[in-house]
C-alpha cells in the first residue's frame, strides 16, 4: 500500500522560515518530489530529492530521509506570494508514478 | 520554451456528450501524463505515455480515451460522462519518463458536466 501525511495548513509571518514535513510509504520508492500550486493555478516543480540530505535552491531548500521515509520542504525569509498548496510528491515504480499528497495550505501573514 | 498548452480552458458538456480535451508541448519532451484534480484535492494521476505509447492506465473508466498522435500532442477524448467527473484536468509533460524528471504542467481543462 501507500500512505502521504502532511500537514493540512500552515499559518507564518511575512519574512519568517517555516518547515513543511512528509512522511511516505511508498513501495518501489525512488525520490521525493515538492509541487507548488496557487489558487486556479497549475502545480509548479519546486525540487527534487534522490538522495539523503539537503537540496538548496534560493529561499527553498528540501530535505530527505530515505531511512525514515521522511522529507520537508523549508521556505525561507516568507513572501506574500509563497502564500500556496504545497504538495510532497513520491516517485515509485517505473514510468515516472508521481503520487501526489493532500497538500498544505501556506497562508503568509504581514 | 517551457509552456505546455491545454485547450479548451473551460468545457461544459452534457452527459451524452462526445468532446476531447488538447494538450501540447513543444519542449521536446517524451513523457505526457494527463491528471485529474477535484477542487481542495491533489491531482491523481490518470495516464501516462512515454514515446507516444500508452505505459500507464491509473484504472481509468473506459469513458476517457487517451490519445497521443505524436510526440508534442496529447488527447484526452471525453464520452458518457458523470457529473462526478467534474474537475480541473490537468496536462503535464517531463523530457523522460524516468525518475526524477521534472514535470511542467499546463493550466487546465476545467471541466463540467451537467
Known amino acids: 500500500g501507500q500512505s502521504l501525511e502532511q500537514p493540512s495548513e500552515v499559518t507564518a509571518v511575512e519574512g519568517a522560515i517555516v518547515q513543511i514535513n512528509c512522511t511516505y510509504q511508498t513501495s518501489g520508492f525512488y525520490g521525493l518530489s515538492w509541487y507548488q500550486q496557487h489558487d486556479g493555478g497549475a502545480p509548479t516543480f519546486l525540487s527534487y530529492n534522490a538522495l539523503d540530505g539537503l537540496e538548496e535552491t534560493g529561499r527553498f531548500s528540501s530535505f530527505l530521509s530515505r531511512s525514515d521515509s521522511y522529507g520537508y520542504l523549508l521556505l525561507q525569509e516568507l513572501q506574500m506570494k509563497d502564500s500556496a498548496s504545497y504538495f510532497c510528491a513520491p516517485h515509485s515504480g517505473g514510468y515516472q508514478k508521481v503520487t501526489f499528497g493532500t497538500g498544505t495550505k501556506l497562508q503568509v501573514i504581514p | 520554451d517551457t509552456e505546455v498548452t491545454q485547450t479548451p480552458k473551460h468545457l461544459v458538456m452534457g452527459m451524452t456528450n462526445k468532446k476531447s480535451l488538447k494538450c501540447e508541448q513543444h519542449?521536446?519532451?517524451?513523457?505526457m501524463y494527463w491528471y485529474k484534480q477535484k477542487a481542495k484535492k491533489p491531482p491523481e494521476l490518470m495516464f501516462v505515455?512515454?514515446?507516444?505509447?500508452?505505459?500507464i492506465n491509473e484504472s481509468v473508466p473506459s469513458r476517457f480515451s487517451p490519445e497521443c498522435p505524436n510526440s508534442s500532442l496529447l488527447n484526452l477524448h471525453l464520452h458518457a460522462l458523470q457529473p462526478e467527473d467534474s474537475a480541473l484536468y490537468l496536462c503535464a509533460s517531463s523530457q523522460e519518463a524516468g525518475q526524477g524528471d521534472t514535470q511542467y504542467f499546463g493550466p487546465g481543462t476545467r471541466l463540467t458536466v451537467l
Open positions: 519542449m521536446g519532451h517524451r513523457a
Open positions: 505515455y512515454s514515446y507516444e505509447k500508452l505505459s
